[in-house]
């Protein structure tokens, strides 16, 4: 089994979420392989900013997902680990970057974002970074 580490973020915009939608029309967030040793959080904002063209900021660690599947391209079982990273931006602006595949990238109302986002363990990602935000921000205040 190929198992791949990943780093991936769950942007907010004021009360919305940042979601991209790819070729399979699967509603998830920006996430890519760690390559080397580039640090996770740098690939995090990275692909945040290649998927989406969204400038975003770390606030806090958000968690870790894991799946698996069978690549036909490479024949074998792949294990995908992601470690998650909660960020925020100053703006909606948002590019879908379709030479990555990104059908569509949007921020949506964090109520829609519930509903339109396709993987469970992504929706209950999701209800933590909220719950993670709102702590955050009730620190600030």
Partial sequence: MLIRDC????VFFE?????????????S???GVIRDDDPDDEVATWRVKDE??????IVALA?????EFYSLSRKKPVANRIIWYLMVSDSDHVIANKTQGIVEAKFFPIN????????????????????KLKEINEEIE
């Fill in 7 to 10: 780093a991936g973020g769950i």
């Fill in 15 to 27: 009360n919305q979420v940042l979601l991209i939608q790819n070729e399979k029309s699967e509603w």
């Fill in 29 to 31: 967030f920006p996430k």
């Fill in 52 to 57: 989406a063209d969204v400038e975003a900021r």
């Fill in 63 to 67: 968690g870790r997902t894991s799946y």
């Fill in 112 to 131: 829609e974002a519930l509903e339109k986002v396709t993987y469970s363990q992504d929706k209950s990602l999701l209800t933590l970074a909220i719950q």
